[in-house]
């Protein structure tokens, strides 16, 4: 039997909000093992002059515990 860990983070991208996921999930490798799924919240903009300037993304990461 696996117990499973949820953490929650935040991340942004210039690019995109897969961008921002995928950099969510590079970040969180760093320091994590056994990561199983990204589950995104929320999806937010900022908007500078009326133009979408980056993209973040609010996500929950399960990962397996030893």
């Given at each position: 039997?696996s117990?499973?860990k949820?953490?929650e983070?935040?991340?942004?991208?210039?690019?995109?909000?897969?961008?921002?996921?995928?950099?969510?999930?590079q970040?969180?490798?760093?320091?994590?093992h056994g990561?199983r799924?990204?589950?995104?919240?929320?999806?937010?903009?900022?908007?500078?002059?009326?133009?979408i300037?980056?993209?973040?993304?609010?996500a929950?990461?399960?990962?397996?515990?030893?």
């Amino acid at each position: 039997m696996s117990v499973i860990k949820v953490i929650e983070v935040l991340a942004e991208s210039s690019k995109s909000w897969e961008d921002a996921a995928n950099l969510a999930v590079q970040k969180a490798t760093e320091s994590l093992h056994g990561i199983r799924s990204i589950y995104i919240q929320d999806f937010q903009a900022r908007v500078e002059d009326g133009r979408i300037v980056s993209y973040r993304v609010n996500a929950k990461i399960s990962f397996a515990l030893d």
